[in-house]
């Protein structure tokens, strides 16, 4: 008997295509109840949770939102974020350092969805995992604040190619720590030609109108 | 780092084609890896194996190939995309939206291995 050569299988597959059925999914989830999921990314400390506070806060009564809110380890989140009114349920990822689709399908059942006009998906903090991981979201958020360097966009790549808006936080601090927002205009450009960005501070509130119909999904 | 999860999917991906081919086992597998994945090929080849411990990938030889990124300039046609500079033509810098190539993360090929004498 000779030896036969290795069978090889041309196989071309999606390595997450696990992860995208399960975001059609949720996708459709959300559409049938006509809600607008947005997830949103960031880095540690840019802001998406004061954010997601300022947001609850000021569009309470005119829209109804909810948020689902990812972290490695703390319930910390979803109870600064519950202070202002609105249902808030913690993701807990254990060593898992992004949400993925199933995360969100499972704690979904938790909502009352067809009461929902927004529902906020805060993602871990972190520029590299989540920007792989399809939620079923209608639009992806990517933050940068003033005081992290104006570098981000071209350091994380794949993370604002992916984004639908990108809101630059805590413009507030702008001066005081030097932010070039021409430089940092310019990488997000290089990272995702032609992308609205949104330059806000959720304590001063300068911007935020603009935030404000994009979550409303007036665009940006 | 979340190569440790792309690596447990990647063994979903190739056991499914695996069961499909009649297959007990792979002795190498190809993947590719664009430069826009945000995936690290060293680091999805370092958790690759205690990954693949106990399932029918343990063993197999990883290769990663990555891609590089291609856009669109509209006066030089498809471009080879330095990551450093984003998405803009290396000759005359204008915008390249669209990537053309380089935000794969896919598993090409299967080298599926002989059943040892044993097992028969």
């Known amino acids: 008997m000779t030896a036969t050569n290795p069978r090889i299988v041309t196989v ?14 949720n996708r459709a989830t959300f ?45 910390n989140d979803a109870a600064r974020l519950r202070q202002h009114g609105a249902q808030a349920e913690q993701i807990v990822t254990g060593t898992i350092c992004h949400l993925d689709a199933a995360m969100v399908q499972a704690v979904l059942p938790r909502f009352d969805l067809a009461g929902l006009e927004v529902l906020f998906l805060e993602n871990v903090g972190n520029l590299v995992c989540p920007s792989s991981y ?28 992916t984004a639908d808006v990108v809101v630059i936080t805590k413009m507030d601090l702008a001066d005081a720590v030097g932010f070039d927002r021409d430089l940092c205009r310019e990488n997000i450009d290089r990272a995702r030609p032609g992308v609205p960005v949104i330059e806000l501070s959720s304590r001063s509130g300068v911007g935020l109108d603009t935030w404000f119909a994009f979550v409303r999904g007036e665009g940006a | 780092m979340h ?35 945000s995936v690290v090929p060293e680091a999805l080849t370092a958790a690759f194996p ?11 030889r990883l290769s990663v190939v990555t891609v590089p990124g291609v856009g669109e300039c509209p006066t030089h046609g498809p471009v080879t995309l330095d990551v450093r500079q984003g998405l803009r033509c290396p000759e005359c810098g204008a915008p390249t939206p669209t990537l053309l190539a380089g935000d794969e993360l896919e598993l090409d090929e299967i080298e599926l291995a002989e059943p040892d004498l044993e097992d028969l």
Request: charged share 20%; with cysteine.
């Open chain 1, 134 to 161: 399809d939620l079923g979201e209608a639009a992806r958020a990517v933050l940068i604040s003033t005081t992290e360097g104006e570098d981000k966009p071209l350091k994380y790549p794949t993370m604002f190619n």
């Open chain 2, 3 to 37: 190569e440790a999860s792309i690596a447990l999917s990647l063994i979903d991906v190739a056991s499914e084609v695996l069961r499909e081919n009649g297959a007990a086992r792979a002795s190498a597998l190809t993947v590719r890896v664009g430069a826009w994945s």
């Open chain 2, 50 to 60: 205690a990954c693949a411990a106990g399932t029918p990938l343990e063993g197999a």
């Open chain 1, 12 to 25: 071309r597959q999606n390595i997450l295509k696990a992860n995208d059925h399960t975001a059609a999914e």
């Open chain 1, 31 to 75: 559409a049938a109840a006509g809600v607008r999921a947005i997830n949103l990314a960031s880095s540690p400390g840019a802001g998406k949770t004061a954010l997601l506070e300022r947001t609850l806060r000021d569009l309470a009564g005119q829209v109804s939102m909810a948020v689902a809110v990812g972290d490695l380890a703390t319930e």
